[in-house]
């Protein structure tokens, strides 16, 4: 028995060790800036690293992008962060926005460099920083 692998397979497959290997280290940075710990199942809220205020991500051009998922009850940006959190109103918006924006990349509007969206779903992260609003 012969497997073939082509080269746009292998491309395919380091992309996505790409996407996991940098979403973990996303988790571990959430968990050391807010204490807030990334969950694998689905819930209503997400973190998205690399669309924070720190980043150069702008308010309107995140929500344009979250909203195409679902209706988004919350959108925080904490100041100076790489990352925000949203809560959709329902657990199957939250999943369509996961699939859809994990990995994906995205151009800054306001500075036209390209960032990538890593997405991990929190249970309590608005609600604790809502705490501090």
Known sequence: MEVKTSKGH????KM????????????????????????SHATQSLVIANAGLGNGMSRQQLLRIV???????TLLMPPNKPYSF?????????KKAFDALNGKEVTLEDF?????????????GIIFLLSYI
């Open 10 to 13: 292998l491309k395919v497959h």
């Open 16 to 39: 996505k060790k790409k996407v996991l290997r940098k979403q973990v280290r996303a988790q571990h940075t959430l968990m050391r800036h807010e204490g807030i710990e990334c969950i």
């Open 67 to 73: 909203e195409e998922y679902g209706l988004v009850e």
């Open 86 to 94: 949203v809560k959709y109103g329902t657990t199957e918006e939250a």
């Open 112 to 124: 036209g460099q390209n960032i990538v969206l890593y997405i991990n779903f929190v249970e309590k």
